[in-house]
């Protein structure tokens, strides 16, 4: 007997988890934290829904938090297998994971500090050193290269563009092809690889960030041209944040052509977040899984002025100088960007600027949804400052692209399973594969489970 659970990653845009059972055999394809909503953050506390120790093989698409961000916590309660992924992807995770577990650290320090949490005393959900001894069990393969799950199962990687390493996850389980999107790119981006087609699938789980909605035709440098311009000719300060892995290189080659081209105020540009710092030594160490050649991804990298230090990015916000901050996190859940919004959210001098999805209930959400003021650190800042939303720079294919790349498949499906997307979005992509593609498909709920004999 074959079954698929959806622990996670089903009715909502995080924390993708499933649950693969074939026989004794147990692989769970993805494992990442839940973001936004508190309700929804609460459900990284609660017991995993089976024996971590059960589990035999846990496959990772990508290497984004709300993908991986939850390994460390199913190594510490007792998972003892295999963690396949592509090399990129382990390369980020060996950055993304200890940096989650710091950030939980010192934010649960900062709460028993100052006393805004329930919680006595507040705890992180993993530390630094638990998130470092989960890369242990990391075991990448290569694109193309079927790889061996037990039990006669294996697992062969597909190009997804959305990030560096970014796989498409092609199992076969006894027999049976099972194929996850993970989070599909956007073909014809500017630094990152098209999504490479899949043309048989028994079963597909597809994501559906953007089910409902359809990107902007707009040239990115233009809209950053003029945001940029603007701000600094009012003296203003543009704070960016950024998903420290993929967003944060693309805004850095824009930025750099922009400056290269003269059509951007010379203003001094700092890349403020030692992830994003790392990840773009990365990301020129791969050149293979995107569009840039080694020349192009110097220039690129080395436009930013890198600040690693605390003292350097408090320097930041202790001056007027017009600049450019791009700082982690992409949703403003977390790490220095925070601090940043702080300084600069309430003078409408400056600009805040969103370059990709924003779940709900996190406080980018918030901000793009016109909120007057936001909570920060316990505390509630007025947002006066300029917003702008660069929609034309998400990594995420929109509806459309997302319908071009199942148009790939010789033939239907058994079952398209529609994931990882708000409930709107997931059900407006569901009515759209059903109606022009003619392909059964639903929207699971989570702990749904579907018999895939």
């Known amino acids: 007997m074959s079954k698929l659970t959806f622990l996670g990653g089903a009715g909502t845009v995080t924390g993708s988890k499933y649950l693969l059972e074939h026989g004794s055999n147990r692989i769970l394809v993805d494992c990442g934290l839940y973001q936004g909503f508190k309700r929804l953050r609460e459900l990284n506390w609660s017991q995993f829904p089976c024996d971590p120790a059960s589990i035999d093989t846990v496959v990772i698409t990508h290497a984004h938090i709300d993908h991986s961000g939850y390994l460390p916590v199913l190594v510490k309660n007792g998972f003892k297998g295999r963690v ?10 060996a950055v993304l994971l200890p940096d989650s577990g710091h950030l939980q650290e010192r934010e649960a320090e900062f709460a028993n500090r100052h006393h805004y949490s329930k919680h006595k005393p507040a705890l992180p959900l993993y530390t630094q050193k638990e998130a470092e001894a989960a890369l242990s069990v990391f075991h990448p393969t290569g694109f193309h290269m079927p790889t061996g799950l037990g039990d006669g199962s294996s697992v062969r990687f597909h190009r997804a563009g959305h990030i560096l390493g970014a796989a498409i996850a092609e199992i076969d389980l006894g027999g049976r092809t099972i194929v996850f999107s993970g989070d599909l790119g956007r073909p014809g981006s500017a630094t990152m690889v098209d999504p490479e087609p899949v043309e048989h699938a028994d079963y597909l789980l597809v994501e559906s960030t953007y089910g409902n909605r359809i990107h902007d035709v707009v040239d990115p440098e233009e809209v950053l041209a003029n945001m940029i311009t603007r701000t600094a000719e009012r003296g ?8 420290a892995v993929g967003r944060a290189q693309s805004l850095l080659y824009h930025v750099q052509r922009l400056k290269a081209a003269g059509r951007i105020p010379d203003i001094p540009v700092f890349l403020d977040s030692p992830m994003a710092v790392n990840a773009s030594d990365i990301f020129c160490r791969h050149l293979e899984d995107h569009r840039l050649n080694a020349k192009e991804c110097h ?51 400056n600009t805040i600027l969103f370059t990709g999805f924003q779940a709900a209930g996190t406080r980018g959400a918030l901000i793009t949804g016109a909120a007057s003021q936001v909570k920060i650190f316990g505390q509630y800042y007025p947002v006066r ?43 407006a992509l569901r009515k759209r594969v059903s109606s022009e593609l003619g392909w059964d498909c639903r929207v699971p709920e989570r702990s749904a489970v579907a018999d895939l004999s």
């Open 84 to 93: 396949i992924c592509t090399e990129a992807t382990r390369d980020l995770c």
């Open 236 to 243: 203003g300060t543009v704070v960016v944040p950024s998903f």
């Open 299 to 349: 220039s690129t990298c080395n436009v930013a002025r890198y600040v690693r230090s605390v003292d350097e990015s408090k320097e930041l916000d202790a001056n007027d100088v017009p600049k450019v901050i791009i700082s982690a996190s992409g949703m403003a859940t977390g790490g220095r960007v925070l601090h940043h919004l702080k300084r600069f959210i309430g003078d409408q001098r």
């Open 385 to 427: 400052a300029e917003i702008g939303y660069l929609h034309a720079m998400s990594a995420h294919a929109d509806a459309n692209e997302i319908l071009a790349w199942l148009g790939h498949f010789r033939s239907p499906p058994a079952m398209t399973f529609i994931v990882h997307g708000e409930p709107s979005a997931s059900d």
